[in-house]
């Protein structure tokens, strides 16, 4: 059975920076996209950031283009995603997720066969 484990949330001021962190265990194909997801109260889940399984293709959501960036380690069976220039609109408790479509239209993916129990991200004005 596939588990992720996601880590690297934390309170931050606007502007400054968060690195967050997925480590699947568990098999699972090489070709699963992978990818960040993040919820804010009262708000519905919303796709921020995806990798496909090939590292081929990154997408993201139009409000972190530019300011977030998303990697992944095969050989660590995990990924990253590096959040720069934070905004207070950025808090919300961020997941990962494995195996889902990965396309420019992330912001309305909302299904994952995969999910890590949710890391808090936490920016101040």
């Known amino acids: 059975e596939v588990q992720l484990q996601a880590s690297g949330g934390g309170l931050v001021q606007a502007g400054g920076s968060l690195r967050l962190s997925c480590v699947a265990s568990?098999?699972?194909?090489?070709?699963?996209?992978m990818g960040w997801f993040r919820q804010a109260p009262g708000q519905e889940r919303e796709g921020v950031g995806c990798?496909?399984?090939?590292?081929?293709?990154?997408h993201y959501l139009d409000s972190v283009k530019g300011r977030f960036t998303i990697a992944s380690d095969h050989d660590k069976n995990s990924w990253f995603l590096q959040m720069n220039s934070l905004e207070p609109e950025d808090t919300a408790l961020y997941y990962c997720?494995?195996?889902?479509?990965?396309?420019?239209?992330?912001?309305?993916?909302?299904?994952?066969?995969?999910w890590g129990q949710g890391t808090q991200v936490t920016v101040s004005s």
């Open positions: 997720a494995l195996d889902f479509p990965c396309s420019d239209n992330i912001g309305r993916i909302y299904a994952a066969a995969y």
């Open positions: 568990g098999r699972h194909p090489d070709n699963y996209n």
């Open positions: 990798i496909t399984g090939s590292g081929g293709s990154v």
